[in-house]
């Protein structure tokens, strides 16, 4: 009964009749007349891409749609994620960033065809996490909105602004809980804090946002999601919202307080030594900027963290940082971005990202989306033509596609020797399937010069031995195949050396790094790619793969990367990562 209900449509079907219903209703409600204080803009956008969309150059969600001197609200809609970036009003920031004469006409049109074309709770729009969006951006940009506004048009946007706050106050609660509902609950103290008579909404949503901190944030400032990008933009909100209060006058609570005080220190470890945070679980490395500045506006004063960090351990030394995913996956129910990405790990050498994960795929379509969830788009090993986790069936549209048979144990330890940092960590992924426990060990030099690795495959009680000789059988005792997989960033230059027994790889800080292994695999250099939001398609790099097949109860394989001995100890790095000077945003360059 419980699976039925699952992939049962009828509710999502009920929730937009009834955000459709709530907001029709809103706008009976009597209209805001102005703004009784407006908080500093907080959401920081691209002048270059405010620059694209004034030329009709339309990029949302891996999309672009050109279209010069047409209506945003005009303009075909390729995706669901495309029409939902337009309705989030995202783009207020990038025309606000632009900030001439344009730039500001378009905002002000856009706005107003939005109110007219879908005002009336028609449209993809009206969601409470979309509107809680919305509402942050035409708060945040009021001033460009309504600089010059016709006396019907500045009535029209507040008349909307209400509209969509009373729409909050009823339906936020229907909000995934997670990040839509941060965002739904955010717009509404916005609204509730700089709009004439929406202040009565504005206590109910402060203590809202205390429970959803108390049940969301854990006690070490994780999420049940463990996307760290995720993490990042809760707390964003919770930062932007904190500041909002502090300059009207009010006190944040204690449990809102407590939240920023517990991610703080979590944000901090999950960044590499580049400043972007580790690619797990459907994230990517942050807007750029964002995570410095949210870190800085909490005040927090960084501390260490002990043990796993919302499930990731680090190894950090010198100018290396290695952060590894060494937790059960999410859960069940949030386990739609979840990947199957067990002991994989990622590495970045100063300002230079070395060995990446693929990345989240979901803005080229939901083939890229599931090639981005399987394990063999992650740095570790898998077996072949199988993940460490399984993707199960697709619950209410793809979107809705659950991680299940997940590993049941993945046991850490951590320390640290005369050599550098340890970790020793393993999982039962493949015990099901195979009657084998992947087992991984790392150790990072105390200079952050070489990280070496041992990967095994073992089957270990006489239950793992029974499957593993069934699963032996079923090859004909040709063995049990598996690669372990490390994916380069596409900035890194791979090359075959010493007779195809390693790998030097080039950095463009100069750094020359080396990947070598004990000769039990068989070593290749193959392509693969980097799924990066903001880019029109994946962009092509390369992956280092060591193959080799299990024939007994244990098989093992050595490897290390290091740098190569003429690599300073420290590099300036100031190759500038504009360097055409162009100032245009990355996706506008040919790849």
């Known amino acids: 009964m419980a699976g039925a209900l699952d992939n049962d449509p009828r509710p999502a079907r009920q ?56 209506s945003i609200w005009d303009l075909p809609v390729p995706s669901r994620a495309f029409a939902e970036a337009l309705h989030g009003f995202g783009w207020l920031d990038d025309l606000a960033a632009t900030a001439d004469g344009p730039a500001r006409r378009r905002a002000q049109d856009w706005t107003l065809g939005w109110i007219a074309q879908f005002g009336q709770g028609r449209g993809p729009g009206w969601t409470p996490d979309l509107t809680g969006r919305r509402l942050i951006r035409w708060i945040h940009h009021a001033l460009l909105l ?51 008579g929406m202040d009565r ?71 590499h030594a580049d400043g972007g945070l580790a690619r797990f679980h459907g994230g990517g490395r942050g807007q750029e900027g964002r995570l410095d500045q949210a870190l ?21 030394s010198g100018r290396t940082s290695v952060i590894v995913d060494a937790a059960v996956p999410p859960a069940v129910q949030v386990s739609q971005n979840a990947h199957a990405s067990t002991l994989a790990f990622e590495l970045t050498s100063g300002r230079r990202p070395l060995v990446v994960n693929c990345g989240a795929g979901a803005s080229f379509g939901e083939e890229w989306r599931r090639a981005g969830r399987a394990t063999q788009s992650h740095s570790t090993l898998a077996i072949e033509g199988f993940s460490s986790s399984r993707l199960g069936p697709a619950r209410r549209g793809p979107e809705r596609t ?35 426990t992947h087992v991984r060990r790392l150790q990072l030099a105390y200079d ?28 004909k005792l040709q063995g049990i195949g598996f690669a372990i997989r490390f994916h380069l960033h596409p900035d890194v230059d791979a090359a075959l050396d010493m007779g195809g027994q390693a790998v030097s790889l080039a950095l463009k800080s100069g750094e020359i790094w080396v990947f070598r292994h004990n000769a039990e695999a068989d070593l290749r250099l193959e392509r693969s790619v980097y799924l990066e939001k903001g880019r029109l398609k994946p962009r092509a790099t390369k992956q280092i793969v060591l193959s080799a097949r299990v024939m007994d109860y244990a098989s093992l394989i050595t490897w290390t990367l290091a740098k190569a001995q003429d690599t300073p100890r420290a590099l300036r790095d100031l190759e500038d990562e504009d360097a055409d000077g162009s100032g245009m945003p990355r996706w506008t360059r040919p790849d």
């Open 146 to 196: 309504l600089n010059g506004q016709h006396k019907a048009g500045s009535e029209a946007i507040y008349r909307s602004l209400a509209q969509q706050t009373n729409f909050l106050a009823r339906r936020w609660k229907s909000a995934h809980p997670g990040l839509p509902r941060f965002e739904a609950l955010t717009g509404l103290i916005y609204a509730g804090l700089s709009l004439t």
């Open 15 to 70: 929730g937009e009749v009834m955000n459709r219903l709530q907001a029709r209703l809103s706008t009976l409600a009597r209209p805001a007349t102005g703004l009784v204080w407006q908080p500093e803009p907080r959401s920081i956008g691209s002048f270059a891409r405010g620059r694209q969309l004034c030329a009709g150059n339309f990029l949302f969600a891996g999309d672009l749609v050109e279209a010069p001197d047409v």
């Open 296 to 316: 800085a506006d909490s005040g927090i004063r960084p501390h260490p963290l002990a043990g796993l960090t919302m499930g990731y351990a680090r190894l950090s």
């Open 402 to 436: 659950l991680l299940v048979e997940t590993p049941q144990i993945v046991e850490v330890r951590h320390e640290t020797d005369r050599g550098g940092q340890v970790l020793t960590a393993w999982h039962d992924g493949y015990a099901r399937t195979h009657g084998l």
């Open 201 to 271: 909404h504005l206590v109910p949503a402060l203590r809202a946002l205390e429970r959803e901190c108390d049940a969301q944030i854990d006690a070490g400032g994780a999420i049940p999601t463990r996307n760290p990008e995720e993490l990042l933009e809760v707390f964003t909100l919770l930062t932007w919202a904190e500041a909002a209060l502090t300059g009207a006058g009010r006190t944040p609570g204690l449990g809102h307080r407590s939240a920023i005080a517990r991610i703080a220190p979590t944000l901090r470890a999950l960044r």
């Open 448 to 475: 952050g010069r070489a990280l070496s690795g041992e990967d095994t495959l073992a089957a270990f009680t006489d239950e793992e031995r029974a499957v593993f000789d069934t699963a032996m059988d079923r090859v």
